[in-house]
């Protein structure tokens, strides 16, 4: 039945960055509830070892810490899980860095921590995969990419998070192009823009949920499930011929954002 195979993940392979926590973990339950063998990648060991063995009630959910903030970091973890993997199957380019700070006072550490995290990491990291993304890659099951934007790179946060939005923007924009060279090779990739789910970076969704739910069309912040069915919908055989596009999960924010935004 195809509703049995639809969203199905059995037999394939993912590697998650960011994946300790947040929104990487909410993604990494739901490719192991179904069927998928997980690796999680962050830059803390422990942290990433302790979510892998959480996560191991699930299915096979495997640690590979990494500092993916650099490109030798980058090539470092491709490196790690080609030991251990002759392919890849999905890719989630999900690590992240936010940075607030008044205009007269960013940084350029700040700036560089973002944007090298947010928009260069992503790049090299599918680059350095490549082939093994390949490898897995076919006409009739494409391998996936799928990159995780925000909505902050949708419509300007009133926030001053100037490298983190930019970031953002420009990550929906190399997902398109990044789309266009690699669905040749059977690779496609994909976006998510998450709204406000509550996380260890998403402080205010954590801490003020209710409050911010107010300003939500839907009248919540996001659950687990709500990230992890996005995910899921592009990895699988459901989101095959959804190339290039960015999925915004987010109870229907941008919509208010935008209309505010044009307004003005």
Request: glycine share 10%.
């Amino acid at each position: 039945m195809l509703t049995e195979t639809l969203f199905s993940l059995k037999d394939r392979v993912a590697l998650i960055t960011g994946g300790s926590r947040g929104i990487g973990r909410m993604i990494a339950q739901g490719y192991l509830e179904m069927g998928a063998r997980v690796y999680i990648s962050a830059r803390k060991a422990e942290a990433c070892f302790k979510t892998a063995e959480e996560l191991s009630r699930y299915g096979t959910c495997i640690a590979l810490p990494a500092d993916v903030s650099t490109v030798a970091g980058a090539k470092a973890l491709a490196d790690a899980f080609g030991k251990l993997e002759p392919k890849l199957d999905i890719l989630v380019n999900n690590a992240g860095a936010a940075w607030l700070a008044p205009f007269d006072d960013y940084s350029e550490k700040g700036w560089d921590k973002v944007m090298d995290l947010n928009l260069k990491t992503p790049f090299f990291l599918t680059q350095a995969l490549i082939g093994k993304l390949r490898a897995a890659a076919s006409p009739a099951q494409p391998a996936k990419v799928i990159n995780v934007a925000s909505v902050d790179g949708l419509f300007v946060n009133p926030q001053e998070t100037y490298a983190y939005g930019a970031s953002k923007a420009g990550l929906i924009m190399l997902t398109r192009r990044m789309a266009l060279q690699l669905a040749r090779d059977n690779v496609v990739v994909s976006g998510i823009a998450p709204g406000a789910f509550a996380s260890e970076m998403n402080v205010a969704a954590r801490d003020h949920g209710e409050e911010i739910a107010g300003n939500i069309p839907m009248k919540r912040i996001g659950h687990d499930e709500d990230m992890a069915g996005a995910a899921i919908y592009l990895a699988s055989r459901a989101g095959d011929y959804v190339v290039g596009a960015v999925v915004t999960v987010d109870g229907g924010v941008t919509l208010v954002n935008t209309s505010a935004s044009m307004a003005d």
